[in-house]
């Protein structure tokens, strides 16, 4: 592949290319059909409870607690695996190994079973961090192939064609469910759909592994001595951290609102299928469906709205409005019973979810010093994410498993919100 200019038109298409490729799992695996097929897979009005690791758990703390262990996972991992990296300057092998591992997850799926809830688990793990793990070198690509001022746009650009890409293979899964008439088989078509994705994600994006630099190489090899390489760049973009008082507020005041963001939207479907009162399971399907239709279709549209609005407002007042957005949604679906309810908040989720993450990213990308070390910078980025979601994801799980209500744990999540827009109001709007 001849070497694209950084800027071009050709490789920003590219790039964001791999949202349209990876973003069939957010939406199929993380957020609507296989939490469907999860709570399928226990009785109707039973305690849904299960044995895993020795222990006895609610099942939506167990999968809550697997999915915080693999965030801790990525989190420990990024770090040393980004850092070689840079080093070695092949980003963009690491990111396909993670892309591949995460497909191969999907397909594991397929198998999924209570009866052999740790190999399932296994899958499910895979899955996430190959989806997790391969963002990691996929933002980094980010201020290497777009110039500051395309960065907001092709980040937005980027998220719009993961949510379309991501409804129109959701439609075809759906058409498959829906058109089977016992549970049986449409369990069955459900474990089909996760085969689906694998598929999906592998070959669409074999065109932006085509057109992205292999990475900025300096015909650096790996010894052990490199292992460590990452987390030495960490400390360093630690202590450089503390010389950018802007960039350093802002990852603060990030790390606690995301931890809440991600949070909801990896237990969106579970806290509707748990809480939410249906009528019976047939209701049931067909509304946690249409409500995540409602969110992706919306989504497109919010990322559109937040990209202009941070333009003409500018980035930190933007994602204060969104956060205080958000913390009215906590507070609201504490009190929501019925489906009518439940869609005017997934129109609201849809509207502010695909608008704080193009924009968090962008907006870091943006404040970032002016350096060719931007996998190490986005590795910080990540880290602190899959901290705060570590830490959410084990608080959301904890209050859900001891109180036996998710009601309970998604109104706590109300004050990372709160403290989330205090910090921001501290990022100071020019660089000292």
């Known amino acids: ?102 497909g191969a997850g999907c397909i594991g799926l397929y198998w999924f079973s209570i009866e052999h809830i740790h190999l399932s688990l296994l899958f499910y793990f895979m899955g996430l961090i190959g989806y997790w793990g391969s963002l990691v070198f996929y933002n980094s690509y980010l201020p290497d192939i777009a110039f500051p001022e395309q960065q907001d746009s092709i980040s937005a650009k980027g998220f719009s064609m993961g949510y379309i890409g991501s409804v129109l293979l959701l439609i075809l899964n759906l058409v498959m469910v829906m058109s089977q008439e016992t549970g049986e088989e449409k369990m069955q078509m459900m474990r089909y759909s996760f085969v ?56 603060i005041a990030f790390f606690v609102f995301s931890m809440a963001v991600q949070t909801i939207m990896l237990v969106a479907v579970y806290f509707g299928e748990e809480e939410i009162l249906w009528g019976n399971s047939d209701a049931k399907t067909q509304g946690l469906i249409v409500s995540i239709l409602v969110i992706q279709l919306v989504a497109v549209l919010g990322a559109f709205l937040t990209s202009r609005a941070s333009s003409k407002f500018g980035n930190i007042p933007t994602l204060i409005v969104i956060n205080f957005i958000w913390m009215s949604l906590c507070v609201y679906a504490y009190f929501m019973e019925t489906p009518i309810q ?6 609201l989720v849809g509207l502010v979810m695909g608008g704080i993450q193009s924009l968090a990213r962008s907006t870091y990308s943006k404040f970032l010093p002016d350096t060719d070390d931007t996998t190490s910078y986005f590795s910080f980025y990540d880290v602190a994410e899959k901290i705060g979601i570590v830490i959410g994801m084990v608080i959301f799980a904890t209050i859900d498993q001891v109180t036996g209500s998710m009601r309970n744990a998604i109104l706590f999540l109300f004050v990372f919100f709160f403290v989330g827009i205090l910090l921001l109001f501290r990022v100071p709007m020019k660089e000292k």
């Not at 949202?19 to 109707?44: G, H, Q």
């Not at 915080?68 to 840079?86: E, H, N, Q, R, Y």
């Not at 990475?215 to 960490?234: I, P, Q, Y």
Request: hydrophobic share 50%; with cysteine; proline share 2%.
């Open 196 to 251: 689906t994705v694998g598929l999906w994600w592998i070959l669409f994006s074999q065109y932006t592994f085509y057109v992205l630099p292999k990475g900025v190489s300096d015909g650096h090899k790996v010894t052990k001595a490199v292992l460590l390489h990452g987390l030495r760049e960490l400390k360093q973009v630690w202590l450089q951290l503390n010389q950018n008082l802007r960039l350093k507020r802002y990852l």
């Open 342 to 347: 439940f869609y005017i908040a997934a129109s």
């Open 1 to 102: 592949m001849e070497h694209l200019q950084k800027g071009s038109k050709k490789l920003l298409n590219a790039w964001a290319f791999y949202d349209w490729a990876n973003s069939v799992y957010t939406l199929t695996i993380a957020s609507s059909i296989f939490p469907l097929f999860y709570s399928f897979l226990f009785v109707e009005g039973s305690d849904k409870i299960v044995q895993a690791f020795g222990l006895e758990f609610k099942s939506s703390a167990l999968i809550t607690y697997v999915t915080a262990f693999t965030f801790l996972v990525v989190s420990v991992s990024s770090p040393i695996l980004s850092g070689i990296a840079d080093y070695v300057g092949n980003k963009k092998s690491f990111m396909k190994f993670f892309c591949y591992v995460g």
